[in-house]
């Protein structure tokens, strides 16, 4: 069975910080990796998504995030954050023969100090 | 170009009821997945619908059941609502047929469901 792991519920960072969000994957295959970011009374909006090729992949609002197989981790970063970074952060993988059944994981909370 | 519209944006029900939700897929998207995601939890797949049949479905019990229409639009009803049933509820869209990589999961706001 698949599965995600966030082991961070909640980070706090200063404007103009680097950020990194953890996520670490249990999956029998080669996996589909996602972020979405989430602000309160929204839905998911996809930051960026992996499916195979250069394991350092670009997303929106200066958002990347590397995959890395020995580790079973894909971890995202962003080299400056911006107070409206600020929301809750999901890491999800998925299977193109299960298009829509991704599994989650339970978020990160991004805090973000002036 | 619309995205994914979901209605009611807010609902309170009562105990024992049933509730019906509704969601719009992304202008072109065939392919509709409901999620439950209960506070401070990440979403949860409850089912999958694609040419009118459900196609997949997560661990979820028989009260939640669906349906999609011609025009690709979805409901999710559930039956003999529970306090535990209590959560936000997105759909989200896809195109099946160019495969998972090139389209993705579009999620609509959700419907915030509260059981009393």
């Known amino acids: 069975a698949q599965s995600v792991t966030q082991p961070d519920i909640h980070i706090t960072v200063s404007e103009g910080a680097s950020l990194e969000l953890r996520c670490n994957y249990s999956?029998?295959?080669?996996?589909?990796l996602f972020w979405y970011v989430q602000s309160p009374g929204q839905g998911l909006q996809l930051l960026l998504k992996?499916?195979?090729?250069?394991?350092l992949v670009q997303g929106i609002k200066g958002f990347e995030a590397e995959f890395k197989r020995s580790q079973s981790s894909f971890n995202l970063r962003k080299p400056s954050v911006h107070w409206s970074d600020a929301a809750e952060y999901f890491c999800a993988v998925g299977a193109n023969t299960n298009a829509g059944k991704s599994t989650f994981g339970d978020g990160t909370t991004l805090t973000v100090k002036p | 170009d619309a995205g994914v519209t979901q209605s009611p944006t807010h609902l309170i029900k009562t105990r024992g009821q049933q509730v019906t939700l509704r969601c719009s897929p992304k202008s072109g998207h065939d392919t509709v997945s409901w999620y439950q995601q209960a506070l401070g939890q990440g979403p949860q797949f409850i089912f999958q619908?694609?040419?009118?049949?459900?196609?997949q479905r997560g661990n979820f019990p028989d009260r939640f059941s669906g349906h999609q229409f011609p025009n690709y639009s979805s409901e999710l009803n559930v039956n003999a609502l529970l306090l535990g049933d209590s959560a936000l509820y997105l759909c989200?869209?896809?195109?099946?047929?160019?495969?998972?990589?090139?389209?993705?999961?579009?999620f609509g706001n959700g419907t915030r469901l509260t059981v009393t």
């Open positions: 992996y499916f195979s090729g250069d394991t």
């Open positions: 999956y029998g295959a080669t996996p589909y």
């Open positions: 619908y694609y040419e009118e049949e459900e196609r």
């Open positions: 989200a869209s896809s195109l099946r047929k160019t495969g998972y990589h090139n389209s993705p999961l579009h």
